[in-house]
């Protein structure tokens, strides 16, 4: 049987573009021009897994193969970057747990609201293998402020299966510690061979689901969420995706509830639904009350 390997098998201009459309309209994510040996140096490998003799003769399997739902589960894990550690960006990780969290349990009990339900909804948006939603489970954990009579839920939502599987296995290699003290290691992990595993504790604040952030019916259910964490995602989106998927967030987000997102990204230029709050490192943007300004 011919199987294309990497050095045969050229992405032309018409397949790049093909592709490149086929993969923003369902997932969001956007190659541009010159990303085209990028693109096909993620799906080359797909080509030989089923035996197929172009890109041209790929779209149509995703488009009209009798397992492409199956392709499409494969394909993602190949475009998206799963690089991801416990703790990371601890600037904002410190605004969350200095300012963010106490503005949410004041939000609850203030008497103007009339006391909301005890409850907390963190979305780990984009969460990959798991490392933010369980840094996230862990900072309310060691906050102290939601124990009694509160149910706090974090949820972990990405379109790669397998990095999901990874998530829920709880279990991390040292790769993933890079940021992890020892206390917090020792306070949050039981100890595996040459990894570690996240304790129950922690891994029952934790739920995970599949999603497309690009979908709306990803977040069914979710409503309302207090906090929204969506790092080093949309810098993959275009203009037009990310501008859907906050208009997503704005929507699922409690008033008052935040959203962060990666150091190195910005919402200026695409929308103003959302009031940017500047901390000390960290920008972070909160949607507005109903009848006040913005609550730190």
Request: charged share 25%; net charge negative.
């Amino acid at each position: 049987m011919y199987h294309p390997s990497d050095h045969d098998v050229e992405l032309s201009e018409e397949e790049f573009r093909l592709l490149r459309d086929f993969i923003h309209e369902r997932f969001g994510l956007y190659f541009e021009e010159n990303q085209r040996a990028s693109l096909r140096s993620r799906l080359v490998g797909r080509l030989a897994s089923l035996d197929l003799m172009s890109f041209e003769d790929y779209y149509h399997y995703l488009r009209f193969g009798p397992q492409r739902a199956e392709e499409l589960e494969r394909m993602v894990s190949h475009l998206t970057n799963n690089e991801t550690y416990f703790y990371r960006e601890a600037p904002q990780l410190q605004v969350f747990a200095e300012h963010v969290l106490r503005s949410v349990k004041e939000r609850k009990l203030s008497v103007a609201s009339g006391e909301l339900p005890r409850t907390v909804r963190i979305l780990s948006a984009g969460c990959s293998t798991g490392e933010e939603a369980h840094t996230l489970a862990m900072i309310v954990y060691d906050s102290g402020q939601f124990f009694w009579n509160w149910d706090v839920q974090v949820v972990g939502l990405d379109v790669d299966h397998q990095a999901l599987e990874k998530a829920r296995r709880g279990v991390y290699f040292p790769n993933s510690f890079r940021s992890l003290s020892p206390a917090q290691l020792e306070r949050h992990f039981v100890r595996q061979a040459s990894g570690a595993a996240v304790k129950d504790a922690i891994r029952k604040m934790v739920t995970l689901r599949h999603g497309n952030l690009v979908e709306p019916a990803s977040f069914a259910g979710l409503a309302p969420v207090d906090v929204i964490f969506c790092r080093n995602v949309l810098i993959y989106f275009s203009d037009a995706m990310i501008l859907k998927v906050v208009q997503a967030f704005h929507e699922l987000l409690a008033p008052g509830g935040h959203l962060f997102l990666g150091h190195a990204e910005s919402l200026s230029r695409i929308t103003d639904l959302f009031t940017p709050v500047r901390f000390q490192g960290a920008m972070v943007y909160q949607k507005s009350l109903p009848s006040a300004a913005g609550v730190r």
